[in-house]
């Protein structure tokens, strides 16, 4: 089986899965959710089949009878979270219909499915996780949903008074335009707006420097926004003033640096130090829950010295059973337009 994702955004992700001859559809999808970590998704398919086993629940005896047949003419189903503790997996759900040499079809529960010769797979992962309980009058595993309409034990809704997420990040330059520039060339950077330009008349007096908290004669030359990837919006700043701090380094009080996330560090880490980064070591593994498999960061200097941290996550964080949050990470979504850099867009990795 192949795969491909073809879009995320806000935790919602959309793969295509291609299956081979011979692939055994139903257990390759549960085995792909268990590998990505996928608790609650929808997933639709065509595709043809050189054997496949129906069941029929029978009420009577609360139990499923099964048939073999052959020829797949629709396939629609979902994942959700079944089982307790250790033994909690992604368990499929899947009902469809095949047909016959005559044209007549049968539908039913789907227990196994041999592929041949394809079989094209829209799956749809969930951000909220659907729990199965085991229904008592049955014993089977049901979805079960709370009062809300959420899946059970899924996130409580946000409360008015607490914030969406972050939305930007504040950084101050000594040269906007220089800093525009590093960051198009090392990372891609794309500007959104300028609040302000050098043009407008500067940003000073009291009530802006009791606004922003300013020293006294500080004045904002010019303020522009800009996005790296899909992250939170930088927002940055070139400001006159005769009372002004280094960068801040990690043992600084205050905010020490932004981490973006990549795919080859190494790569990224080379174009950046190309754009004038400086590399405060090679990559190296992470805190405890972020050293997964195949996990590893590097902090690198800006020019202005502010510091940048690299970090690649292809299996994630680790959660242990005090987590109250799985934490957001930006949707790796394919590029578009011209590279900023000049670069060759056909050298960014689709997803």
């Not at 052959?70 to 307790?84: K, P, Q, T």
């Not at 010769?117 to 659907?130: A, K």
């Not at 800093?179 to 300028?194: E, H, K, P, S």
Request: aromatic share 8%; charged share 25%; proline share 7%.
């Amino acid at each position: 089986m192949k795969s491909l994702r073809l879009y995320e955004q806000g935790g919602l992700r959309r793969y295509l899965l291609v299956m081979d001859k011979g692939d055994e559809a139903c257990s390759e999808i549960v085995a792909f959710a268990r590998d990505r970590g996928i608790r609650s998704a929808s997933l639709t398919a065509i595709g043809a089949a050189s054997r496949a086993m129906l069941g029929y629940f029978n009420p009577e005896t609360d139990e499923y009878e099964y048939t073999t047949h052959d020829e797949l003419a629709s396939f629609v189903g979902d994942i959700a979270w079944g089982g307790e503790g250790a033994d909690a997996q992604p368990v499929l759900h899947a009902h469809g219909v095949l047909g016959r040499r005559d044209g007549s079809a049968l539908a039913g529960h789907f227990a196994k499915l041999y592929v041949f010769p394809t079989m094209e797979i829209t799956l749809v992962e969930s951000p909220v996780v659907v729990r199965k309980q085991v229904d008592p009058d049955t014993g089977l595993e049901l979805i079960s949903l709370d009062e809300t309409g959420e899946g059970a034990n899924a996130q409580a809704p946000r409360p008015r008074d607490l914030p969406w997420g972050v939305n930007h990040v504040g950084l101050t330059v000594p040269d906007l335009d220089e800093a525009t520039a590093f960051l198009r060339a090392a990372f891609g950077a794309r500007v959104a707006y300028d609040g302000l330009t050098r043009g407008d008349e500067p940003r000073r007096g009291p009530e802006v420097e009791r606004q922003l908290g300013l020293p006294e004669g500080a004045a904002i030359r010019a303020q522009r926004m800009l996005q790296i990837g899909t992250g939170p919006g930088l927002e940055m700043f070139e400001v006159d003033t005769d009372v002004r701090q280094g960068a801040a380094g990690l043992a600084d009080l205050g905010w020490g640096h932004v981490a973006l996330l990549v795919d080859d560090i190494d790569a990224v880490m080379a174009r950046a130090v190309d754009a004038g980064a400086h590399a405060l070591s090679g990559p190296h593994a992470n805190s405890r829950h972020e050293d997964t498999p195949g996990n590893a960061s590097v902090y690198l200097r800006a020019p202005w010295g502010s510091i940048i941290e690299l970090q690649t996550l292809p299996h994630g964080h680790w959660y242990g059973s005090g987590s109250e949050v799985e934490l957001w990470s930006p949707p790796p979504l394919p590029w578009r337009g011209a590279d900023p850099a000049g670069h060759d867009p056909a050298t960014y990795r689709e997803f």
